[in-house]
């Protein structure tokens, strides 16, 4: 009995170090995000927006998406989900006004998509984009 009541600590050492070895080794990692959710993607070209003023997707994410150059800095790009925020009526760019308008309700947005007068209330929502060669690429995430 004295034997059995001695080797009680170390089979309750063994059983925790197997325990904790155990619990270390299996240790899920988590898989890194699909590479769709932090790739660009193509949605037109340089020589289409600069004819139309204009790129617009009618599927891009699960929403329609308006591209235009940043009237401010024509280097740059600014990519819009193309709902207004008000009833999620299309916005078009009228780029001799220099603003996107709903025709819906008559909302109208800045160039960064900022209202300028309601009945909405909120900006429209923006992607990153970025321009590659001819390739306009937007990022879906």
């Known amino acids: 009995m004295g ?11 063994a059983c925790s170090e197997t325990t904790d070895t155990a619990s270390q080794t299996s240790s899920v990692e988590v898989p890194p995000p699909p590479p769709e959710s932090i790739d660009f993607v193509e949605v ?7 004819n139309n003023k204009a790129l617009v997707k009618e599927n891009f994410a699960g929403a ?5 150059r940043n ?11 193309n709902e ?16 996107l ?9 800045k160039p960064d998509g900022t209202v300028v007068n309601g009945p909405a209330t909120s900006p429209l929502a923006t992607y990153t984009v970025k321009i590659d060669g001819d390739a306009v690429l ?3 995430g």
């Open 44 to 50: 037109g070209k340089v020589t289409d927006l600069e």
């Open 71 to 81: 009237p401010k800095d024509n280097s740059q790009l600014v990519a819009f989900k």
């Open 64 to 68: 329609p998406l308006l591209v235009i």
């Open 138 to 140: 937007v990022k879906a």
């Open 84 to 99: 207004c925020t008000h009833k999620q009526c299309p916005v078009e760019w009228k780029a001799d006004q220099g603003e």
């Open 3 to 13: 034997g059995l009541a001695s080797s009680l600590p170390l089979v309750l050492a």
């Open 101 to 109: 308008v709903c025709d819906c309700h008559g909302s109208k947005f």
